[in-house]
């Protein structure tokens, strides 16, 4: 019998306990998996999502935590296409809203966008048309959102109690948009009482410095400087995509609170693993003893009780991460995430998992495996 067979042997002899243990380290793995595979796909969305518009700066308002609490004058537009390397800039107005939808309470993002702007780049019309600049009343429809809706074309909806007309239902890159409503921007400020106010505002920089990452800095330096007719700061904060995405405190936050959960689960993994090679430790003393009386060397019995723990930490990992794959899948068709998560889950973030989970089965063994390379033969065989 070859050292990996034994090892399997052992686990085995306590197919209930292994189980069980192979379950909590699944379960370790899956929360682990699920919460930074979601955190990951809401980010990698909203970096599609400027990125498919051909977005290359964001602008917020200085000091602005949340980029749909901001308030800016929609005029400052004007003053940020005088700066020398704008080619175009797109201002947005973005507000989350509760819908009913099938009796259930769903959150859904309204767009609103001035007519003509770079940001209907990323959509394309699949059934009724684009939104016209004397349209006032109408809207168009993400198709997840549509579908959600069950909405047709020239169908009306309701919106914050006001009836509006379905013009059209388009498609996007994006997931964030494909689950979103968009119509006007001077529309969605009538509606929100926030007359002038946008949230934001994306900017394309020349052709020649897309690609040059110094020259966008550059530009978002002259930007963060702009000043009003009597000299006092316009307080924006320019910063490339990449950086937006990557500084933005939702998202951070979200990260945050995902690795403190996937920390917790994966300590009480942790623990679960100590007790059951404690215990199987315990169980084999005269085993272990007769092993070492046969002249098994300390490392050769520490190979042992740490291989059984990285085994069942691998296979519990194995089974947790594709319960965290079907779950995110299932997690996405909950009409509350419905629009906002792919359910995709980067390789990265299963390879993580199970990284996480060898360290658990090579931390969980340690001090079993220390103390059972510590017996000595003849203790070891009068022990009762």
Same mark, same amino acid.
């Given at each position: ?75 400052? +537009? ?16 973005? /507000?989350?809203?509760?819908? #009913? ?14 007519? @003509? ?9 699949? /059934? ?24 047709? !074309?020239?169908?009306?909806?309701? $919106? ?34 926030? #007359? ?38 316009? =307080? ?38 100590? =007790? ?26 520490? +190979? ?6 990285? !085994?069942?930490? $691998?296979?519990?990992? +194995?089974? @947790?991460? @594709? ?14 995430? =419905? ?13 993580? @998992? ?8 090579? $931390?969980? +063994? ?12 003849? /203790?070891?065989?009068?022990? #009762?």
């Amino acid at each position: 019998m070859n050292f990996a067979t034994f090892i399997l042997k052992n686990l085995l002899r306590r197919k209930a306990r292994s189980l069980l243990t192979m379950c909590g380290i699944a379960v370790a793995v899956a929360t682990t998996i699920a919460l930074l595979g979601v955190s990951d796909d809401f980010q990698s969305a909203v970096l599609q999502s400027f990125k498919n518009e051909g977005s290359d700066i964001v602008i917020s308002p200085k000091g602005s935590l949340l980029q749909i609490a901001g308030d800016m004058n929609e005029a400052v +537009a004007d003053d940020i296409r005088k700066v020398p390397g704008v080619a175009a800039v797109s201002q947005g107005l973005l /507000e989350q809203i509760a819908m #009913e939808i099938d009796d259930n309470q769903v959150p859904v993002l309204l767009q609103g966008w001035k007519h @003509g702007t770079f940001a209907f780049n990323d959509i394309e019309i699949i /059934e009724g048309r684009p939104l016209e600049p004397d349209d006032v009343d109408a809207v168009m429809l993400g198709e997840a959102l549509a579908e959600k809706m069950h909405a047709k !074309v020239n169908q009306p909806i309701e $919106i914050q109690d006001e009836t509006f007309n379905v013009v059209g239902i388009y498609d996007s890159k994006t997931l964030l948009k494909r689950g979103a409503a968009i119509m006007l921007l001077r529309r969605l400020q009538d509606l929100m009482l926030r #007359e002038g106010s946008v949230t934001g505002f994306s900017v394309q920089v020349d052709p020649e410095i897309k690609a040059d990452a110094d020259a966008i800095e550059a530009v978002c330096e002259r930007i963060d400087n702009l000043n009003d007719a009597d000299g006092n700061s316009l =307080n924006l904060d320019a910063s490339s995509t990449d950086d937006y995405v990557r500084d933005n405190f939702q998202l951070k936050l979200t990260r945050a609170m995902a690795w403190v959960t996937s920390l917790i689960a994966v300590g009480v993994g942790t623990i679960g693993m100590l =007790n059951t090679m404690i215990m199987s430790v315990m169980e084999r003393i005269r085993e272990i003893s007769v092993l070492r009386a046969m002249g098994w060397r300390r490392g050769r019995v520490i +190979a042992m009780i740490v291989g059984e723990s990285i !085994v069942l930490s $691998i296979f519990g990992a +194995a089974l @947790g991460a @594709g319960v965290a794959i079907v779950g995110s899948h299932y997690i996405t068709k909950l009409p509350q995430v =419905n629009g906002f998560l792919s359910g995709h889950i980067a390789p990265w973030v299963i390879a993580s @998992g199970m990284v996480i989970a060898f360290f658990v089965g090579l $931390i969980g +063994a340690a001090y079993p495996a220390w103390r059972a390379s510590r017996l000595l033969p003849s /203790e070891g065989l009068r022990y #009762e």
